[in-house]
């Protein structure tokens, strides 16, 4: 079966930093990848989708990138503010509109 | 615009008793997804509608768990009877179902605590 792993423990940066969050996956060739944003008693936001033929895309102070061979994303945060603590959730997508969530990474960015 | 509307919020529950959750996805939206997500792990879907049709409810418990989604708008989610392993947030999220690859738009969510 699919396998999703993000760092299990908590990643805590000094303000203005860069974050880097991993995904890595198995068993699986999803179509795309998508990060999402998810802050304590609230729903996951939704932040950036790659493509499986992409190799990186860029949103303002984030920056993902897609490795298909070694199943690998990388999700960073340049200049890091304490406004970006939060957890962040990989999403692999495939089918239609079907996507299998990564357990998440619990960001701190401390000022 | 209105986003993903979630009722209740909150929920205790004792075991074994019946609990319904709401959803109002956001307008115009003929997707609809229910997950679930536990303590420190990502939703996991539970099924999908697209409009009145449910296309994938292959996880969805269904000696307790049933869902329907009359009229192709509001969606009920419900457990009969609930178990203490059902604690967990329950997300709903919805999307146009015109396109792949869509982001999916999720509500507040509704914890539930079965005692």
């Known amino acids: 079966s699919q396998k999703i792993e993000q760092n299990s423990e908590a990643l805590n940066i000094q303000e203005g930093k860069t974050a880097t969050l991993t995904c890595n996956y198995t068993?699986?060739?999803?179509?795309?990848l998508q990060w999402y944003r998810q802050d304590p008693g609230r729903g996951p936001v939704f932040l950036l989708l790659i493509r499986e033929n992409e190799k990186e895309k860029r949103k303002e102070r984030l920056k993902v990138t897609f490795d298909t061979t070694l199943k690998q994303s990388l999700f960073h945060i340049t200049a890091s503010q304490p406004a970006d603590s939060a957890t962040y959730l990989c999403a692999l997508g495939g089918g239609y509109n079907k996507l299998i969530f990564g357990a998440g990474t619990r960001l701190a960015v401390h000022p | 615009e209105a986003g993903v509307v979630q009722s209740p919020r909150y929920k205790i529950i004792e075991k074994k008793q019946p609990v319904a959750f709401w959803c109002n996805p956001i307008s115009g939206h003929n997707t609809l997804y229910w997950y679930r997500q536990n303590l420190g792990q990502g939703p996991e879907l539970l099924i999908r509608y697209e409009n009145e049709e449910a296309v994938d409810d292959s996880q969805l418990p269904k000696d307790r768990f049933s869902a329907e989604r009359l009229k192709g708008v509001d969606s009920t989610l419900k457990i009969q009877p609930a178990e203490l392993g059902d604690s967990a947030v329950y997300l709903c999220?919805?999307?146009?179902?015109?396109?792949?690859?869509?982001?999916?738009?999720f509500g507040p969510g509704t914890r539930l605590l079965v005692l």
């Open positions: 999220a919805s999307t146009t179902g015109r396109a792949k690859e869509e982001t999916q738009y």
């Open positions: 068993n699986y060739s999803p179509a795309y």
